[in-house]
Each structure stands twice: as structure tokens, then as C-alpha cells.
């Protein structure tokens, strides 16, 4: 049996990147995948590819700045699997810009999704996850939750806040059945990088002991264990998939 038999995950942002690598690993290991991200036709391919190797998932339309789709999408979730069991928090964007150079709409957007998009996600799932009685939530932080660097205000503020809103979660539902864990990738190939140049990429890989940037499926790993019941008494954890980054 798989290491998710039985569980049923709602994933935003399962339509590329991390959250794809996630869907894809989770359905593999025999839960029921819910993918809600903005993305329609990149989220049907997720789930196209899903049912070709034998699993089971489904789309569903997510922009998690808003509550109405939030509600909508787990509602959408409960009519197709009757239950949730596990909420990933995975949608997120990334822009440059220092204290200097970052405009109040690009912080405000980037709190919005980052930010404000897993406090509600959190929110609206805790009904639906606390009826389950054995669930847990997988936020998705990253390395610039952790440290600072020059010219990503914004971003390092949004998941900052991710970082401890997982604390936080762990202690408000340890006692009622939720486990709440944290990734921090550090820098993985996805299509979030897209916009940096070949310089910032080669400063990064020699910034990095391993040498080298990560792949999808290197998050995906921690994400399956954290999801998993091997993981029953792991919670408020924070796991740092990066290389040695933050060693
Ligand atoms: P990605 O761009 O490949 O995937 C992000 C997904 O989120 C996309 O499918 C996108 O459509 C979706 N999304 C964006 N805005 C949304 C919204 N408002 N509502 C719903 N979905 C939305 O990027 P990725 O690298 O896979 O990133 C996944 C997560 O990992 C993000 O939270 C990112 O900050 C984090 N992260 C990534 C890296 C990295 O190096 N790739 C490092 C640290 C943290």
C-alpha cells in the first residue's frame, strides 16, 4: 500500500513547479489529490498525468488571495472525496525589489498570495481537517523565510510570516488532531525562476555547499513524510530542503 493510502490532500499551486512534483508524488502514493491553483489548463494536464499512472485527482479553480475561492475550492474538495486530510500550502509567487525599489502594490500582492493566501487556506480547510480527526497542513516557507539577502523585501517579509504562522498553527491544533509542519526549500528548478539571469544563477549555485540548485521531487520527499503517519508525532517541525544552505 502506499505511504498516503487513504489520505486526501488539497494542494494549491499543484499545477507546475513544487506543487506539481507534490500532486504527482502524493497521488502516487495512494491519496486522492485535490490541485487548486489559477492556472486551468496547466492544472488539467497535472491531473491528466495523474490518472494516466492510476491515480486520482482533480482541478479545481484557486486564487488563494481570495476567501469566496477558497470556500468554493474546498467545497469542491469535500463533494468529490468526502473529507480533507492534509492542506499543502504550495502557491506562491516571487518578484525582485529592495526597501528601496519595491512599490506598495508589489508588497501588498506578494502579502497577498504569500501571506495572506495560507492564513486563509489554514482557515477555511481547519473545519474540514478537524472533522478528519487525523490530518495535518504542509506549508511551503523558503530559505528566504529564514535569512536575509539584498533585494527581495517583500518576498523575504511573506515568508517570514508563513514561518511562524506554521508555529502557531502546531500549538493552536496539537490537541485537536492537526500536525502543522514547514518546508524552506532553498533554490529548486521551477519555473518561478524564470526571470533570473545567468549570472544570479551562478552566483547562487556557488553560494549553495551542495554545489548545486534542487529539483522538484527533492521537496516532494519531505512534503510525502510530513503527509505521511510516519510523521504522527512530527509537528511545528521546519525542515530545510536546500543543499546546506542554512547549515
Ligand atoms: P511555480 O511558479 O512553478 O509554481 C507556483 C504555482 O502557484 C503556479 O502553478 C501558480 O499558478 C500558482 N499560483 C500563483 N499565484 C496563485 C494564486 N493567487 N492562487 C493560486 N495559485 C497561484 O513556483 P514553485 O517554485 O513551484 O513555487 C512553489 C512554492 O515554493 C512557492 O510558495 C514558492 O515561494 C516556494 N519556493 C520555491 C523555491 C524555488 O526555488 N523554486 C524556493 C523557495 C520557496
Redesign the pocket.
Known sequence: AGRLEGKVAFI?????????AQAKLYAAEGASVTI????QD?GAQVVAAIEAAGGTAQFVE????SPESWANAVAANTSAYGKLTTLVN?????HPGGIVDETLEGWQKMIA??QT?VFLGMKTASAALLASGNASIVN?????GLIGSPGAIS?HAS?AAVRVMGKAGALEFAKRGIRVNTI??????????ADITPEQDAAIKAAIPMGD?GD?ID?AYASLYLASDEAKYVSGAEIWVDGGWYA
Do not use: C, R
Not at 12 to 20: F, I, N, R
Not at 36 to 39: E, K, L
Not at 62 to 65: A, G, H, N, Q, Y
Open positions: 494549491s499551486g499543484g499545477a507546475s513547479g513544487l506543487g506539481e487548486g491553483d489559477i492556472q496547466k484557486l486564487d488563494v488571495s504550495n502557491a506562491g509567487i516571487f498570495i504569500n493566501g511551503i516557507s523558503s530559505l528566504f518576498y515568508k524552506f526549500p532553498g533554490q529548486i528548478k521551477t519555473p518561478i525562476l540548485t522538484p521537496i
